[in-house]
C-alpha cells in the first residue's frame, strides 16, 4: 500500500517534520528542466530589473558579484515530490538588489525571466523580507549550468519550479501574470505546505 508522493523507507521523526505534505526525502539534486542548459557567455551575462518593458537598473557579472551576499541553509521541495534537506546557497537578495538600484518596488507583482524563455510568477511578498536571492553558489561552489548557473532564482519557501534557473532578470507587472507552468495548470502560488500543485488545488 503506498500513499501520495511516498517512496522508500518510512521517514524518521524529525525528517516526517520537515517534509510538506506527499513529498519524500531525496540525497540527490534530481535535475528537471524543459530542455538542454542555454549555454551563457558571463561575458555577455546581464542581469536586468524592469518595469515592464522599462529597464529600472541592469549589472554585469563582474558588477553583480560586487553586491551585498547572502548565505542561506535550509530545505528545498519539488512539485514532483522530492525534498532536499540542509541545502546551502548564495547570492543578492531582492533587498540588497533593489537598495543598490536605487528604486523602490513600483508594483507588488513580479516575473522572473530566464535565458532559456522561461518564466514564473513570484510576487514581491515572497522575495522580499530576505525571503529570496538570486543564487550564485550551492554548496560553497559555483552554481553549475545543470541546476541553474550562473544565476538562478532562489525561493525556497515554495514549490522549486518558482526558483527559476538561468535567471537573466525579474520584470514588475501590473499584474500577477501567469508564467510557463501556470499557463499550463500550475498553481499560481505554490505553497509546498499546503500542496499548491495545480490551479484546482487550494
Known amino acids: 500500500m503506498s500513499t501520495r508522493g511516498f517512496t522508500g523507507r518510512r521517514p524518521g521523526a524529525d525528517a516526517a517534520r520537515r517534509l510538506p505534505p506527499g513529498q519524500y526525502e531525496t540525497r540527490d539534486f534530481p535535475v528537471l528542466s524543459l530542455g538542454p542548459a542555454p549555454v551563457i557567455d558571463l561575458a555577455q551575462w546581464r542581469f536586468t530589473l524592469r518595469h515592464g518593458a522599462r529597464p529600472?537598473?541592469?549589472?554585469?557579472?563582474?558588477?553583480?558579484?560586487?553586491?551585498?551576499?547572502?548565505?542561506?541553509?535550509g530545505d528545498i521541495h519539488c512539485v514532483t515530490t522530492w525534498s532536499k534537506f540542509d541545502t546551502e546557497w548564495e547570492g543578492v537578495t531582492l533587498d540588497d538588489l533593489l537598495q543598490a538600484a536605487g528604486v523602490a518596488a513600483p508594483t507588488p507583482y513580479l516575473l522572473a525571466q530566464s535565458y532559456d524563455d522561461y518564466d514564473t510568477n513570484v510576487p514581491l511578498a515572497e522575495l522580499a523580507g530576505g525571503r529570496a536571492m538570486i543564487a550564485t553558489h550551492f554548496g560553497g561552489q559555483p552554481l553549475t549550468a545543470e541546476h541553474g548557473g550562473p544565476a538562478r532564482l532562489l525561493v525556497p519557501h515554495l514549490y522549486f519550479w518558482k526558483s527559476a534557473k538561468w535567471l537573466k532578470g525579474l520584470k514588475f507587472t501590473a499584474r500577477d501574470e501567469a508564467g510557463f507552468w501556470e499557463l499550463r495548470g500550475y498553481h499560481m502560488h505554490g505553497d509546498p505546505w499546503r500542496e499548491q500543485r495545480f490551479s484546482s488545488d487550494d
Open 56 to 73: 529600472l537598473a541592469s549589472w554585469t557579472w563582474e558588477q553583480f558579484q560586487a553586491l551585498p551576499r547572502t548565505r542561506w541553509q
